[in-house]
């Protein structure tokens, strides 16, 4: 009975030290070199209680041309853990079945190809709320090569298409704002009230919607007048503040703060959170004047990456928590439907050191406050934040590929022996990269990947064997176990080259892993 006990108890114990997370994020699939579509997935972290974790992707489907291949749920238990500047870097490499997935009338094909364990190798990070991931599962057998790229980092503006909307209330009036963003409707301030009574509501749900769109509404925000003075039409992530009459006030702005715990009458928060340095913003837009303004004729957005802390627009003062601007303020009345690209200004700003945690975006009906006229009406649809591929070089075996632009795709080169997808290194993000090696083409396909996996670049590497040339990593001592084909720091990071005094982990052809201080 004792005995019982006690394994009850130890039960009970290992169940209340685990914990578990479920991230939702996008993932993409790249199977023997060519990308699939990007979707949505989850993936379930658990921690263990002996310090280890338990990553699990349920019901994974690939696409597969017009229809989809109905995979299982990948489960890897025991998986290592390095800690490391508030970043926990799990890696793994593990024998493993692929169980069926959640629905039972569905023809699940993991277990079946996996009657015997197939190899599968995991790197991942979590650092905040975020994970980030790569699986790759190699189906020799069946001459399928998979890799899983997953990442749950907030890299979006929610709603950004206007699709939904609620009711907000402001006094006696109330209307139509999109869920996640704001007008003076649900604005603070002094003059909140007034500006409200004495002024038509600004932001409305529009059936127009840009060329191509999905969607099915977009929002419209129009100029009206309060005492013969134009009151611009604004939307933003933030929240408005109406704290003069004046319309040139610096009292009259958006601002966020992520401290601020006021909500709207959705329930959502006065800020958006980012985690993620975008390259550029895409939106569509269409803008009509009422009347011509030939001094002021253009419509505005400016979108502010920030650290979080209090920032307004427009600005009040300088300030040192901004991480990068796009500012497009030559928005020209046409009365059509364009797609404008606006690049993020990061070098300005760099001095700032600041980490991105939030973005403020403000559309208005016109560049300058109080300009314009009642009656101008501006358009908005599918608003994108661009993530673009960031490499910036490749290594193979350790050695750079020559004349490497990010432009080209296709290249030329020479390796000591047939390489494997393991010698493949660019200098990218971690977990946005896929390499597979067609031995038969002597070719290696290297997919590159925007932070959001939403956007690629295939590198196309013809090799030759050619045993003169130096592999890049040679100076590691081998011993009994042949050659060094892979080394990492003690983060769990591939590298091309050693530092002395520091430590590594060398991974050698005959599969041994060891511990290398270089000297």
Same mark, same amino acid.
């Given at each position: 009975?004792? /005995?019982?006990?006690? =394994?009850?108890?130890?039960?009970?114990?290992? @169940?209340?030290?685990? *914990?578990?997370?479920?991230?939702?994020?996008?993932?993409?699939?790249?199977?023997?070199? @060519?990308?699939?579509?990007?979707?949505?997935?989850?993936?379930?972290?658990? &921690?263990?209680?002996?310090?280890?974790?338990?990553?699990?992707?349920? #019901?994974?489907?690939?696409?597969?041309?017009?229809?989809?291949?109905?995979?299982?749920?990948?489960?890897?238990?025991?998986? #290592?853990?390095?800690?490391?500047?508030?970043?926990?870097?799990?890696?793994?490499?593990?024998?493993?079945?692929?169980?069926?997935?959640?629905?039972?009338?569905?023809?699940?094909?993991?277990?079946?190809?996996?009657?015997?364990?197939?190899?599968?190798?995991?790197?991942?990070?979590?650092?905040?709320?975020?994970?980030?991931?790569?699986?790759?599962?190699?189906?020799?057998?069946?001459?399928?090569?998979?890799?899983?790229?997953?990442?749950?980092? $907030?890299?979006?503006?929610?709603?950004?298409?206007? %699709?939904?909307?609620?009711? %907000?209330?402001?006094?006696?009036?109330?209307?139509?704002?999109?869920?996640?963003?704001?007008?003076?409707?649900?604005?603070?301030?002094?003059?909140?009230?007034?500006?409200?009574?004495?002024?038509?509501?600004?932001?409305?749900?529009?059936?127009?919607?840009?060329?191509?769109?999905?969607?099915?509404?977009?929002?419209?925000?129009?100029?009206?007048?309060?005492?013969?003075?134009?009151?611009?039409?604004?939307? =933003? *992530?933030?929240?408005?503040?109406?704290?003069?009459?004046?319309?040139?006030?610096?009292?009259?702005?958006?601002?966020?703060?992520?401290?601020?715990? #006021?909500?709207?009458?959705?329930? !959502?928060?006065?800020?958006?959170?980012?985690?993620?340095?975008?390259?550029?913003?895409?939106?569509?837009?269409?803008?009509?004047?009422?009347?011509?303004?030939?001094?002021?004729?253009?419509?505005?957005?400016?979108?502010?990456? =920030?650290?979080?802390?209090?920032?307004?627009?427009?600005?009040?003062?300088?300030?040192?928590?901004?991480?990068? /601007?796009?500012? !497009?303020?030559?928005?020209?009345?046409?009365?059509?439907?364009?797609?404008?690209?606006?690049?993020?200004?990061?070098?300005?700003?760099?001095?700032?050191?600041?980490?991105?945690?939030?973005?403020?975006?403000?559309?208005?009906?016109?560049?300058?406050?109080? /300009?314009?006229?009642?009656?101008?009406?501006?358009?908005?649809?599918?608003?994108?934040?661009?993530?673009?591929?960031?490499? &910036?070089?490749?290594?193979?075996?350790?050695? %750079? $590929?020559?004349?490497?632009?990010?432009?080209?795709?296709?290249?030329?080169?020479?390796?000591?022996?047939?390489?494997?997808?393991?010698?493949?290194?660019? @200098?990218?993000?971690?977990?946005?990269?896929?390499?597979?090696?067609?031995?038969?083409?002597? @070719?290696?396909?290297?997919?590159?990947?925007?932070?959001?996996?939403? &956007?690629?670049?295939?590198?196309?590497?013809?090799?030759?064997?050619?045993?003169?040339?130096?592999?890049?990593?040679?100076?590691?001592?081998?011993?009994?176990?042949?050659?060094?084909?892979?080394?990492?720091?003690?983060?769990?990071?591939?590298?091309?080259?050693?530092?002395?005094?520091?430590?590594?982990?060398?991974?050698?052809?005959?599969?041994?892993?060891?511990?290398?201080?270089?000297?």
């Amino acid at each position: 009975m004792m /005995k019982k006990l006690l =394994t009850l108890c130890a039960a009970l114990a290992c @169940t209340i030290g685990a *914990t578990a997370t479920d991230y939702k994020g996008g993932l993409s699939v790249v199977l023997n070199g @060519t990308p699939s579509s990007y979707q949505q997935a989850n993936i379930e972290v658990i &921690r263990q209680d002996d310090g280890k974790y338990e990553l699990k992707l349920a #019901d994974f489907v690939m696409p597969n041309g017009d229809g989809k291949l109905y995979v299982g749920t990948i489960d890897m238990q025991n998986v #290592d853990a390095v800690e490391s500047n508030g970043e926990t870097i799990l890696s793994a490499a593990q024998q493993i079945t692929i169980a069926p997935g959640s629905d039972p009338d569905q023809m699940w094909l993991g277990p079946a190809l996996s009657v015997t364990p197939i190899p599968v190798k995991l790197k991942a990070s979590l650092k905040g709320n975020a994970l980030r991931a790569s699986i790759h599962i190699p189906f020799a057998t069946m001459g399928l090569d998979i890799d899983v790229l997953f990442n749950s980092t $907030v890299l979006q503006i929610p709603n950004s298409g206007f %699709e939904d909307f609620h009711i %907000e209330k402001s006094g006696s009036k109330s209307g139509y704002e999109p869920n996640h963003w704001h007008s003076f409707l649900s604005a603070t301030g002094m003059y909140a009230l007034s500006q409200n009574a004495f002024s038509d509501i600004h932001t409305s749900v529009s059936k127009d919607v840009r060329p191509g769109t999905t969607g099915k509404t977009s929002i419209l925000v129009k100029a009206t007048s309060v005492f013969g003075i134009v009151a611009n039409g604004t939307i =933003t *992530t933030g929240r408005m503040n109406a704290g003069d009459f004046s319309a040139t006030s610096p009292l009259n702005h958006a601002f966020l703060d992520l401290t601020n715990a #006021d909500k709207d009458g959705h329930g !959502d928060p006065f800020y958006t959170r980012l985690a993620g340095r975008p390259d550029s913003l895409g939106v569509w837009v269409k803008f009509r004047q009422a009347v011509a303004q030939p001094d002021d004729p253009h419509a505005s957005l400016n979108a502010v990456i =920030t650290d979080g802390t209090r920032y307004q627009d427009p600005q009040d003062k300088e300030y040192d928590n901004i991480v990068a /601007k796009a500012t !497009d303020t030559l928005i020209t009345s046409q009365n059509e439907w364009v797609r404008l690209s606006i690049p993020f200004d990061y070098a300005t700003y760099e001095a700032n050191r600041a980490e991105a945690r939030a973005i403020l975006v403000t559309m208005s009906t016109n560049a300058h406050p109080g /300009k314009g006229s009642a009656g101008d009406e501006f358009y908005i649809d599918d608003l994108e934040l661009v993530y673009l591929p960031k490499v &910036r070089g490749i290594r193979v075996f350790g050695n %750079e $590929v020559q004349n490497f632009d990010p432009a080209v795709s296709d290249y030329d080169i020479r390796v000591p022996e047939e390489p494997t997808a393991d010698v493949v290194v660019p @200098t990218a993000p971690r977990y946005t990269t896929a390499a597979f090696v067609n031995k038969a083409a002597r @070719t290696i396909s290297l997919v590159a990947f925007g932070d959001d996996l939403q &956007r690629h670049t295939v590198y196309n590497l013809k090799y030759t064997v050619d045993p003169t040339v130096t592999n890049g990593i040679d100076s590691v001592t081998t011993g009994d176990h042949g050659r060094a084909v892979a080394v990492y720091n003690i983060n769990g990071q591939r590298v091309s080259d050693m530092q002395s005094g520091q430590l590594y982990i060398v991974r050698y052809a005959d599969g041994a892993t060891v511990k290398v201080l270089a000297q």
